[in-house]
T-cell receptor, first 114, second 116 residues
Framework: GDSVTQMEGPVTLSEEAFLTINCTYT??????LFWYVQYPGEGLQLLLK?????DKGSNKGFEATYRKETTSFHLEKGSVQVSDSAVYFC?????????????FGQGTILTVHP | GAVVSQHPSRVICKSGTSVKIECRSL??????MFWYRQFPKQSLMLMAT?????????EQGVEKDKFLINHASLTLSTLTVTSAHPEDSSFYIC????????????FGPGTRLTVT
């Protein structure tokens, strides 16, 4: 079945450091890929998405490129801020019998210190 | 736009009682809503898919008689945890799909259920 694997956390960085959170997936067909962010005490918010191979999703300085050859969708940001501290979830939406459903990775906790 | 609310945000109930959680799409109509359960430091586990006007589709291993889902209108879905036990204590999150056929989901803030 479909699955998403994220790098183990938690990740702790200093402000202005470079961020990478790895995400790889297993799916049949051509899934859509998403990054969601969950700030403390809040619900999940869509951060960015990509719907086909080589698409780059971007938002708020975050980027992720849909790499079909490596089945990856790594999240990057050039300079993190304290306000980026949150839990980040990689997710895929696939077709077939799972049409419309999202499969989530386990989440990566990011803490940014001043 | 695309705001989803949940009520209540926190609830404490005694073992054996039932609890209802509401999920509302505030500024759009949602033909499909989803209910998830999130354990501490773990990912979201899809419990069921709720379609307006029809029976919910439950994921394998989820007891449909225990977790009753009703999607009576295009803006409201409810999850009722019946005869709750301490092991049902968890964070329950709903989401709504904005467009028919789209994968993108908008999430509510979640409901913390504690069963004593």
């Amino acid at each position: 079945g479909d699955s998403v694997t994220q790098m183990e956390g938690p990740v702790t960085l200093s402000e202005e450091a470079f961020l990478t959170i790895n995400c790889t997936y297993t799916a049949t067909g051509y899934p859509s890929l998403f990054w969601y962010v969950q700030y403390p005490g809040e619900g999940l918010q869509l951060l960015l998405k990509a719907t086909k191979a080589d698409d780059k999703g971007s938002n708020k300085g975050f980027e992720a490129t849909y790499r079909k050859e490596t089945t990856s969708f790594h999240l990057e940001k050039g300079s993190v801020q304290v306000s980026d501290s949150a839990v980040y979830f990689c997710a895929l939406g696939a077709g077939g019998t799972s049409y419309g459903k999202l499969t989530f990775g386990q989440g990566t906790i990011l803490t940014v210190h001043p | 736009g695309a705001v989803v609310s949940q009520h209540p945000s926190r609830v404490i109930c005694k073992s054996g009682t039932s609890v209802k959680i509401e999920c509302r799409s505030l500024d759009f109509q949602a033909t499909t809503m989803f209910w998830y359960r999130q354990f501490p430091k773990q990912s979201l586990m899809l419990m069921a898919t709720s379609n307006e006007g029809s029976k919910a589709t439950y994921e394998q291993g989820v007891e449909k008689d225990k977790f009753l889902i009703n999607h009576a209108s295009l803006t409201l879905s409810t999850l009722t945890v019946t005869s709750a036990h301490p092991e049902d204590s968890s964070f329950y999150i709903c989401s709504a799909r904005l467009l028919q056929g789209a994968y993108e989901q908008y999430f509510g803030p979640g409901t913390r259920l504690t069963v004593t």
